[in-house]
C-alpha cells in the first residue's frame, strides 16, 4: 500500500532531485512574487491617481446665477440604505429608524428621500439561514406609516438582496415589499423619478440588479441585471437628457452586478452619480467607500444604518453636488455646499467653474435646537462668523481669487443652543487640483469583484492541483529520502496513489460537479453548482461561490493536504534485513514531533470546523435534503474514512512488526 523507502543507495540521487526541486519551486515563487509586485504597482496606479477631465467646460460654468447669499438654485435630499429590520436581532435597529423617521426627516426636511434596499433583515435565529418574515415588513411599513413621511418627503425605497430571499418571483405573495413598502410594484423594477423645481429638473433612476427569483443566501450576493432591465434604463437615460442632473441608485454596487457589465457602465456615465449600499463599508474597515469611476461619474456607497446607523445628506446647489455622511443622532448636522469638495469634482457633469464666480462661501446647518455661532476657516485662517440667510443656509462673503492655486482646506465649526459642537471640513480646489483617490474604496467599487474572486480561485486552485502532480514527476519516486519535515512528508504523500488521486478528486470536484440539492426558493428545489444556482427552470448567476472555493482550499484542502503528508510519511514502512520494521524510520519511535503533532492538529481543527459550518449552513439555508446531497457532507465522509485506512495501517505495521513476519 505504501512506497518503500531504500536504504543509503540512491542518497546522492536524493539531494540532487531535492536539490532540482527546491530550485524550481524557488524561481516559481520569484516569479510569482514579480507578478505581483507589478500588479500592485499597476494597481495603486489605477485606482488612486485623480481621473483626468481633458472635454470642454460645462456649458453652464460660466453662466449666471452663480452662489451668492441667497436661497436660490438650492435644494437637499437624503440617502439611506442596509437598514436591516430584524425580528431576532438589535430592536434598537427599528425603534431608531422609527426615531429617524419623525426627528431626522422633521429637521432636515429633504425633499427626497432614497432608500437602496434591505429593508428587512430576513436571516433566521440563527444568523445562517434566511426567509421573508411578514413582521420584519410590518415594522419597517410602521415607522414610515407613523412618522408620516411620505407627506414630508417624496420617499423612494427600492428591494436589496436581502428582500428577495427566498422569493420566487416578484409577483408572489411572499415578496412583502410590494405590500408594505413606499413604493409599491413601481418600485420593484427599473423605473425614474423626476424632480421638478423652478429652476430645473432632476432625474432619480434605479438601476433594477435583484435576482428573480431570489434563492435564500448565501448566494445571493451579487446582482444580475438582465437584457430588459438595461434597456429600460437606457430608455430612461435618453429621456432625463434634458435634465439639469440625472442621478443613479440602486442597491448593489456596480462591482458586484454581473450581467450587461458594458451597457450598464456607458448608462451610468450618463449621471453625475451612482448611488448605493449593500457592502457594509466591508463591516466598517472601509468607511469611505466613494470613487469618482474612469467615465467621470461619482460612485457612492453609503455606511449602513443596520450597524453603523449612518444616513447621508446631499444638496444641489447651482447645479454642484454636495453631501457629507452623518451618524444618526449628531447634531447639528453640516453640509458645506460651496466650495465643493475637490476629491468629489465632476466636471464633466457640474458646473464646477461656477465656484470662481461665486461670491460667498455656503453650507447647510441642520439642528434641533438652534444655531447660536457658525465660523469659517480656511487654511487655518479663520474668516469670521456666518450670516443666516433663511432656512437652514448660511453664508460668508469671500474672494475665490485668492485660492486660485491648488488644494486649500475649509473648515466650518457650528454650535447649537443644546451645547453640541460640530466641526467638518474638507480640501477644495478651484483650479481642478485634486488629491489622490483613497486605495481600498476605489479598488472596490471600480474593480470587478466578480472577476477579482474568480482569478483568486482559479490561481489558487491551480497551483494546489498542479502542484502535487509537478512534485512527484520532479521527484520520480519517494525511495532515498532522508530529509525530515514536511517537504520530505509532501513527497511520501504524492507517490501515494490513493491519497494523492484522492485528493486530486476532492480539489476538482467543486469546480465541475454540483454542491448540493435543496429548496432554493421558496417551495422550489434546485442544484447549486460553481457557476450559479438551477431552480424552477431557471439558472440564476452567482458568483460568490468562488469565494467560498478560494476559503475551503485555504481551510480544508491544503490542511487535509498537509495533515496526511505528515501521518503517511509516520506511518511509512520500512525495509531491514527482508523484513518489515519501524525502528529505522526515526520518527516511528516518536511518531511525530511536537511541532509536527500541533500543526497536524491545527489542521484536523480548521478542516472539521470548516465543513461542519458548510453543511450546517447547506442544512439551514436549504434544507435537509441540501445537507444529505451536499459535497460537504460527503467530502468530510471520505475524508475520515481515508483516515481511519490510515490509522489501520499503522496498526497492520506495529503488528507485523512485533511478530517479527516479513514482507
Same mark, same amino acid.
Given at each position: 500500500?505504501?512506497?518503500?523507502?531504500?536504504?543509503?543507495?540512491?542518497?546522492?540521487?536524493? #539531494?540532487k532531485t531535492m536539490v532540482k526541486v527546491l530550485g524550481i519551486c524557488t524561481t516559481i515563487l520569484l516569479l510569482n512574487i514579480a507578478l505581483l509586485a507589478w500588479l500592485w504597482a499597476i494597481a495603486v496606479e489605477h485606482f488612486t491617481v485623480p481621473v483626468e477631465y481633458?472635454?470642454?467646460?460645462?456649458?453652464? /460654468?460660466?453662466?449666471?446665477?452663480?452662489? /451668492?447669499?441667497? $436661497?436660490?438654485?438650492?435644494?437637499?435630499?437624503?440617502?439611506?440604505?442596509?437598514?436591516?429590520?430584524?425580528?431576532?436581532?438589535?430592536?434598537?435597529?427599528?425603534?431608531?429608524?422609527?426615531?429617524?423617521?419623525?426627528?431626522?426627516?422633521?429637521?432636515?426636511?429633504?425633499? *427626497?428621500?432614497?432608500?437602496?434596499?434591505?429593508?428587512?433583515?430576513?436571516?433566521?435565529?440563527?444568523?445562517?439561514?434566511?426567509?421573508?418574515?411578514?413582521?420584519?415588513?410590518?415594522?419597517?411599513?410602521?415607522?414610515?406609516?407613523?412618522?408620516?413621511?411620505?407627506?414630508?418627503?417624496?420617499?423612494?425605497?427600492?428591494?436589496?438582496?436581502?428582500?428577495?430571499?427566498?422569493?420566487?418571483?416578484?409577483?408572489?405573495?411572499?415578496?412583502?415589499?410590494?405590500?408594505?413598502?413606499?413604493?409599491?410594484?413601481?418600485?420593484?423594477?427599473?423605473? $425614474?423619478?423626476?424632480?421638478?423645481? =423652478?429652476?430645473?429638473?432632476?432625474?432619480?433612476?434605479?438601476?433594477?440588479?435583484?435576482?428573480?427569483?431570489?434563492?435564500?443566501?448565501?448566494?445571493?450576493?451579487?446582482?444580475?441585471?438582465?437584457?430588459?432591465?438595461?434597456?429600460?434604463?437606457?430608455?430612461?437615460?435618453?429621456?432625463?437628457?434634458?435634465?439639469?442632473?440625472?442621478?443613479?441608485? @440602486?442597491?448593489?454596487?456596480?462591482?458586484?452586478?454581473?450581467?450587461?457589465?458594458?451597457?450598464?457602465?456607458?448608462?451610468?456615465?450618463? /449621471?453625475?452619480?451612482? +448611488? &448605493?449600499?449593500?457592502?457594509?463599508?466591508?463591516?466598517?474597515?472601509?468607511?469611505? $467607500?466613494?470613487?469618482?469611476? %474612469?467615465?467621470?461619474?461619482?460612485?457612492?456607497?453609503?455606511?449602513?444604518?443596520?450597524?453603523?446607523?449612518?444616513?447621508?445628506?446631499?444638496?444641489?446647489?447651482?447645479?454642484?453636488?454636495?453631501?457629507?455622511?452623518?451618524?444618526?443622532?449628531?447634531?447639528?448636522? *453640516?453640509?458645506?455646499?460651496?466650495?465643493?469638495?475637490?476629491?468629489? $469634482?465632476?466636471?464633466?457633469?457640474?458646473?464646477?467653474? %461656477?465656484?470662481?464666480?461665486?461670491?460667498?462661501?455656503?453650507? +447647510?446647518?441642520?439642528?434641533?435646537?438652534?444655531?447660536?455661532?457658525?465660523?469659517?476657516?480656511?487654511?487655518?485662517?479663520?474668516?469670521?462668523?456666518?450670516?443666516?440667510?433663511? @432656512?437652514?443656509?448660511?453664508?460668508? =462673503?469671500?474672494?475665490?481669487? %485668492?485660492?486660485?492655486? @491648488?488644494?486649500?482646506?475649509?473648515? *466650518?465649526?457650528? %454650535?447649537?443652543?443644546?451645547?453640541?459642537?460640530?466641526?467638518?471640513?474638507? #480640501?477644495?480646489?478651484?483650479?481642478?487640483?485634486?488629491?489622490?483617490?483613497?486605495?481600498?474604496?476605489? +479598488?472596490?467599487?471600480?474593480?470587478?469583484?466578480?472577476?477579482?474572486?474568480?482569478?483568486?480561485?482559479?490561481?489558487?486552485?491551480?497551483?494546489?492541483?498542479?502542484?502535487?502532480?509537478?512534485?512527484?514527476?520532479?521527484?520520480?519516486?519517494?525511495?532515498?529520502?532522508?530529509?525530515?519535515?514536511?517537504?520530505?512528508?509532501?513527497?511520501?504523500?504524492?507517490?501515494?496513489?490513493?491519497?494523492?488521486?484522492?485528493?486530486?478528486?476532492?480539489?476538482?470536484?467543486?469546480?465541475?460537479?454540483?454542491?448540493?440539492? @435543496?429548496?432554493?426558493?421558496?417551495?422550489?428545489?434546485?442544484?447549486?453548482?460553481?457557476?450559479?444556482?438551477?431552480?424552477?427552470?431557471?439558472?440564476?448567476?452567482?458568483?460568490?461561490?468562488?469565494? *467560498?472555493?478560494?476559503?475551503?482550499?485555504?481551510?480544508?484542502?491544503?490542511?487535509?493536504?498537509?495533515?496526511?503528508?505528515?501521518?503517511?510519511?509516520?506511518?511509512?514502512?520500512?525495509?531491514?534485513?527482508?523484513?518489515?520494521?519501524?525502528?529505522?524510520? #526515526?520518527?516511528?519511535?516518536?511518531?511525530?514531533?511536537?511541532?509536527?503533532?500541533?500543526?497536524?492538529?491545527? &489542521?484536523?481543527?480548521?478542516?472539521?470546523?470548516?465543513?461542519?459550518?458548510?453543511? !450546517?449552513?447547506?442544512?439551514?439555508?436549504?434544507?435537509?435534503?441540501?445537507?444529505?446531497?451536499?459535497?460537504?457532507?460527503?467530502?468530510?465522509?471520505?475524508?475520515?474514512?481515508?483516515?481511519?485506512?490510515?490509522?489501520?495501517?499503522?496498526? !497492520? !505495521?506495529?503488528?507485523?512488526?512485533?511478530?517479527?513476519?516479513?514482507?
Open positions: 500500500m505504501f512506497g518503500i523507502l531504500s536504504g543509503s543507495g540512491k542518497a546522492r540521487y536524493s #539531494r481633458n472635454g470642454p467646460p460645462h456649458q453652464r /460654468g460660466h453662466k449666471p446665477p452663480y452662489p /451668492g447669499d441667497t $436661497m436660490d438654485n438650492l435644494w437637499w435630499f437624503i440617502h439611506i440604505s442596509d437598514i436591516h429590520i430584524s425580528r431576532f436581532r438589535d430592536p434598537s435597529r427599528t425603534t431608531d429608524f422609527q426615531k429617524f423617521c419623525t426627528n431626522e426627516i422633521d429637521i432636515i426636511k429633504p425633499e *427626497v428621500t432614497i432608500v437602496t434596499g434591505d429593508l428587512t433583515d430576513a436571516k433566521d435565529w440563527d444568523h445562517v439561514g434566511s426567509k421573508q418574515y411578514e413582521i420584519e415588513w410590518k415594522a419597517y411599513h410602521n415607522a414610515i406609516k407613523f412618522g408620516h413621511v411620505q407627506e414630508k418627503t417624496v420617499w423612494i425605497d427600492i428591494r436589496g438582496n436581502h428582500d428577495a430571499f427566498k422569493v420566487t418571483h416578484k409577483t408572489h405573495s411572499v415578496n412583502y415589499y410590494r405590500r408594505y413598502s413606499a413604493m409599491g410594484e413601481k418600485g420593484d423594477t427599473t423605473f $425614474m423619478y423626476q424632480h421638478k423645481l =423652478p429652476f430645473g429638473t432632476y432625474s432619480f433612476i434605479s438601476v433594477n440588479a435583484i435576482l428573480d427569483p431570489g434563492p435564500g443566501r448565501p448566494f445571493n450576493f451579487f446582482g444580475y441585471i438582465g437584457k430588459d432591465d438595461i434597456e429600460k434604463l437606457e430608455h430612461y437615460v435618453d429621456e432625463s437628457h434634458h435634465s439639469n442632473h440625472t442621478m443613479f441608485f @440602486g442597491h448593489y454596487p456596480t462591482s458586484t452586478i454581473i450581467g450587461e457589465q458594458f451597457r450598464l457602465n456607458n448608462a451610468l456615465s450618463q /449621471g453625475i452619480a451612482y +448611488l &448605493c449600499g449593500h457592502l457594509h463599508s466591508l463591516g466598517g474597515m472601509i468607511p469611505n $467607500m466613494k470613487a469618482l469611476q %474612469k467615465t467621470g461619474s461619482l460612485e457612492l456607497e453609503v455606511e449602513d444604518w443596520k450597524i453603523n446607523r449612518m444616513y447621508r445628506v446631499m444638496a444641489y446647489d447651482h447645479d454642484l453636488l454636495s453631501f457629507n455622511d452623518v451618524n444618526f443622532g449628531e447634531w447639528p448636522v *453640516v453640509l458645506i455646499t460651496n466650495p465643493k469638495r475637490a476629491r468629489f $469634482m465632476a466636471p464633466k457633469h457640474e458646473p464646477v467653474d %461656477k465656484m470662481i464666480h461665486s461670491t460667498h462661501i455656503r453650507f +447647510l446647518l441642520f439642528s434641533p435646537s438652534p444655531i447660536t455661532s457658525a465660523t469659517v476657516a480656511i487654511d487655518g485662517v479663520d474668516l469670521g462668523p456666518a450670516k443666516h440667510v433663511e @432656512g437652514p443656509l448660511y453664508v460668508l =462673503p469671500w474672494e475665490p481669487a %485668492k485660492f486660485m492655486d @491648488g488644494l486649500h482646506t475649509i473648515t *466650518v465649526t457650528a %454650535k447649537n443652543a443644546a451645547g453640541d459642537v460640530t466641526n467638518t471640513g474638507y #480640501r477644495f480646489s478651484l483650479d481642478g487640483s485634486r488629491p489622490m483617490q483613497w486605495f481600498a474604496a476605489s +479598488l472596490f467599487l471600480m474593480g470587478d469583484i466578480t472577476c477579482g474572486l474568480q482569478f483568486l480561485c482559479i490561481f489558487v486552485g491551480f497551483w494546489f492541483v498542479l502542484s502535487l502532480p509537478v512534485v512527484r514527476w520532479l521527484t520520480k519516486s519517494s525511495a532515498g529520502y532522508r530529509h525530515h519535515g514536511l517537504p520530505r512528508s509532501l513527497v511520501v504523500l504524492v507517490h501515494n496513489n490513493m491519497y494523492l488521486y484522492s485528493i486530486l478528486g476532492i480539489a476538482i470536484y467543486p469546480l465541475i460537479g454540483p454542491w448540493c440539492i @435543496g429548496e432554493i426558493i421558496e417551495g422550489h428545489y434546485g442544484a447549486s453548482t460553481l457557476l450559479g444556482l438551477y431552480v424552477n427552470g431557471t439558472f440564476i448567476p452567482e458568483t460568490f461561490s468562488y469565494a *467560498v472555493v478560494f476559503v475551503d482550499i485555504l481551510l480544508f484542502q491544503l490542511p487535509m493536504t498537509i495533515y496526511f503528508a505528515l501521518h503517511l510519511d509516520c506511518y511509512q514502512p520500512t525495509v531491514s534485513n527482508g523484513s518489515i520494521t519501524m525502528k529505522s524510520n #526515526r520518527r516511528a519511535k516518536r511518531p511525530l514531533c511536537l511541532c509536527s503533532s500541533v500543526t497536524s492538529f491545527a &489542521c484536523l481543527v480548521s478542516m472539521f470546523i470548516w465543513k461542519i459550518y458548510l453543511c !450546517y449552513s447547506a442544512y439551514a439555508c436549504y434544507g435537509p435534503l441540501a445537507l444529505f446531497t451536499s459535497k460537504d457532507l460527503w467530502t468530510m465522509v471520505f475524508v475520515l474514512l481515508l483516515r481511519s485506512k490510515l490509522v489501520r495501517s499503522k496498526q !497492520y !505495521y506495529r503488528e507485523m512488526n512485533g511478530n517479527g513476519q516479513t514482507s
